[in-house]
Each structure stands twice: as C-alpha cells, then as structure tokens.
C-alpha cells in the first residue's frame, strides 16, 4: 500500500501548478500532470519526491519544468472523479463550453477551466518545443507501460524507454486530455506506473520522471539524484496496438474475473468477465490489456497485440516520404475540405482498404460522420494552442 495514500491531499485553485522552473522561453518545457483521476495518487507523490530533490540540491533545469495536479476535488478524497471522468472531457464541445463565471454545472467543469487556462497560459508564455506527461495507475497489476497517440515525434520519444509502448488508445476513447494536446502537434506521452496503491508505483513515477528529463536534455545524468531510475525503467520493450475495447454501460453491472494481469495471453472465447447474468469472453486471441477492478470507468478491458518490426519500419518510411498523399488518388476517399489531416472515406472503400492500411499511413481515429468514415491522422505540425 502506498504510505501517503493515508495523507489527506488538501489542494487550493492556487496550487495548480505546484512548482515550476521557467529558464529559458525558447527551450523545451517539459509538463507534467499527476492525479488526472483522484484515485492514482502516486503520479503525484512521484512528482512530489522528484520536486523534493529539486529543491534540496538546486538543480537548475537547461529549459523549463512544470508540475501540475489534474483532479484536486477527487485527490481529496480518493476517487476517481466526482461527476464525469476528467479525462474523457476534452473535446471541442467541452471546450467551447468552458467559461469563467464559476457557474459550472459539475466539479469537473472548474477543474478543466483551471487546467485549460492553466495550459494555454504555459504555451502563451513560452517558444520552444513542449512535451507532455501524463501520469496514471491502473487498478490491475501490471508492469509500467508507455501509451501514445500514432505520432512518429511520440514514437521517437517513447522508443527512448526499455518499456511496452501501446499505440491506438485514441481509435477507441473520446476525450483523452493527451489526444486534445496531440490537436496542436505537441508531443505527449502517458505513463502507468503500475497498480494504484503499489508503493513502487510512485517509483516508477519517480524514476520516469527524471529519465524524461535527461532524454528532453533538460538535466544531465551526472545530476540524478535518483540513481537507480535506469535499472527500474528497464522492462521488456516492444509496441503494441489496441484491437478491441469492451466499453462498459451506464448501469455498469460489470464484474472482471480475478487474476488478470496486463499484457497476459487470452484465447478467443475465453471467459473474461460477468455484466450482469451476461458472460463476456474474449473476442479473439491476443493479450488482455488494463483490465478494470474498482467501480468507477467506462473500460471494461482491451485486448491488445504486439505489432511486427516490419510494420513499424513500414510505417515510418511511408511517413516520411509522405506517401499518405497517395491515398487521396484512390475513388471514394478526398481530403475534408476544412481539415488537412483528415481523409473521408465512403463504407465500399474499406471493403478492399482496410482500417490497417490507413494505420499505416497515420491515420488512426476513425469517425463515422453521415454515413462516411472520417480517418483523422496524428502526425501534425505545431500550432498554437487555442
């Protein structure tokens, strides 16, 4: 059990960011968020510890660092929100909704408006290239584990760790904080640090933490104060990719089978779990992915796969030779008219492209919209955050 689980976290508007070190306008600003869902503290204890040896042996970063806290209200008392998930929220009708007047209808409004404003103020306020972390916990055991959004500059980033890297996670959740900053061609990256109340979760965090730092450039390794960081980051590595995601109902009268551990193999019809009198079984083979044990979620489980070295090189030649042109020859698909990085498909050319193909390419959110399939691609560049 994590010790400082039994703290109380008792947080201010004020205390948003909860430190920073800003040197450089034009160098890399590195920010990270802890305690998104306000039952995975350790994110935050991690960013705490880090902080900590910061300040006690004034460590000067060569660009700038920000801490932030996510939930606050639901860090209060250990849940995972109050109202809505705060991380399913970041969509561009939630954030034209935001406003000032503190007239919000939910607790989670207040903490996205502070976090937005939060945000923008940073990247208004600073020139260079900004990398986002995400810090989580799951309620399974599991080894840390990296998930990004398709980008090749995430890739790049990600392909730094020793650690399982999980492509895909935006074709099948709606609202993910990272996948909105992923809109303005930042790079982002989510981190699990293992299972919520495991006291080496906040480990890993810690470690990850100092290891994003010295691979940003931002400190070097001879000013590690956490020597071990190298030694427990070194997990098996490898990219995989999420194929199916059982989503949960509003009743939510599901229950995971015990002893389901990330990353495990399952066989197609395997019997996963219960909803009610129903038995859900696995739709297929493959490797059971973040499967749920606590109340709150709208994710029943994923199953993943690993994705081949072929592919990976595949895709990145592809990419950079920008042979995702070619696509928008083809009958049946053209360019959205207001999007550049968006490709509407009609349903008779999937029959013979399939969804596969277009990953190849970067295009990996699909979205059915008046009959057509929109495919939306990840690789951007950088444009003002709005």
Not at 257 to 278: S, T
């Amino acid at each position: 059990m994590i010790k400082e689980a039994a703290k109380p976290m008792s947080y201010t508007s004020k205390d948003r960011i909860f430190y920073s070190q800003n040197n450089d306008v034009n160098g890399t600003t590195l920010i990270c968020f802890g305690g998104i869902h306000g039952n995975e503290p350790a994110g935050v204890y991690g960013l705490q510890k880090v902080i900590s040896d910061i300040v006690v042996n004034d460590i000067k970063f060569k660009g700038n660092f920000y801490a932030l806290l996510g939930n606050m209200n639901a860090l209060k008392t250990g849940v995972r929100y109050k109202d809505y998930d705060l991380n399913r929220l970041w969509t561009t009708y939630e954030i034209e909704s935001l406003r000032d007047d503190n007239q919000y209808e939910f607790e989670e409004q207040k903490e996205q408006y502070e976090l937005y404003t939060t945000i923008k103020d940073i990247c208004n306020s600073n020139h260079g290239d900004f990398v986002f972390i995400d810090l989580h916990t799951t309620s399974s055991p599991t080894v840390p584990f990296i998930t990004i959004s398709d980008s090749l500059n995430n890739r790049n980033l990600a392909d730094k760790f020793n650690l399982p890297i999980v492509l895909g996670i935006e074709e099948y959740l709606e609202g993910p904080l990272l996948s909105y900053i992923n809109e303005f061609g930042h790079v982002s990256l989510g981190f699990e640090a293992g299972q919520h109340d495991d006291e080496k979760s906040v480990l890993y965090c810690e470690a990850f933490i100092w290891l994003i730092m010295e691979k940003l450039g931002l400190v070097s390794k001879d000013q590690f104060t956490y020597k071990s960081s190298s030694r427990l980051m070194n997990i098996e590595r490898g990219f995989y990719e999420i194929i199916y995601r059982h989503s949960l109902s509003y009743t939510n009268q599901f229950k995971m089978k015990p002893g389901f551990k990330n990353f495990k193999p399952i066989l197609k019809h395997q019997l996963l779990a219960n909803e009610g009198v129903r038995e859900v079984k696995s739709p297929s083979n493959g490797l059971i992915f973040m499967p749920l044990y606590q109340k709150q979620g709208e994710d029943g489980f994923f199953v993943v796969r690993k994705l081949s070295k072929f592919w990976l090189v595949l895709s990145l030649v592809l990419r950079n030779l920008k042979f995702h042109q070619l696509l928008r020859l083809l009958p049946g698909i053209h360019k959205h008219p207001e999007n550049d990085y968006c490709l509407i498909a009609n349903r008779r050319i999937t029959l013979f492209l399939t969804t596969k193909i277009f990953h190849l390419f970067g295009y990996r959110k699909k979205v059915i919209i008046d009959d057509k399939i929109h495919f939306i691609k990840r690789d951007r560049k950088v444009i003002p955050f709005t």
